[in-house]
């Protein structure tokens, strides 16, 4: 369990604006270990974390594609039933609000990966370690 840096860039909801944006982490060796995208009417939300979010940054940068940085969760755990709500109770129980989560994982997995992002990282890092 982490705090790391999420990467968000807002793309035009077009046909083949994922794939470049893939196509470029992909030139540069940046591996991306959880995305979600979420989209408007005109444009698409795409929240990343990769294996080098500096060099991502610079890449869209270079691109001019709009980034925003944030600080998440990165949360590797079981796969088994229980394992979020065991989270998220120990998080409400310290007033830590969960504004939004990802994950995914095979069904025959044994480990999973969740992304949170909370109303305070350091402290919901405390409250899940200790």
């Given at each position: 369990m982490e705090i790391t840096r999420q990467l968000a860039l807002f793309l035009a909801n077009r046909p083949g604006a994922l794939a470049r944006v893939c196509e470029a982490l992909s030139a540069a060796k940046i591996?991306?270990?959880a995305?979600?995208?979420?989209?408007?009417?005109?444009?698409?939300?795409?929240?990343?974390?990769?294996?080098?979010t500096d060099r991502a940054q610079e890449i869209f940068d270079q691109h001019g594609t709009l980034v925003v940085q944030t600080e998440v969760l990165m949360i590797g755990g079981d796969n088994r039933p229980?394992?979020?709500?065991?989270?998220?109770?120990?998080?409400?129980?310290?007033k830590i609000n969960i504004e939004y989560a990802y994950c995914a994982t095979s069904p025959s997995s044994k480990k999973g990966l969740l992304i949170l992002r909370v109303s305070n990282p350091q402290k919901?890092?405390?409250v899940l370690n200790g």
């Open positions: 591996n991306i270990f995305l979600t995208i979420s989209d408007t009417v005109d444009h698409s939300v795409v929240r990343l974390v990769v294996s080098d229980g394992s979020l709500a065991q989270i998220a109770m120990k998080l409400a129980a310290a919901a890092l405390k």
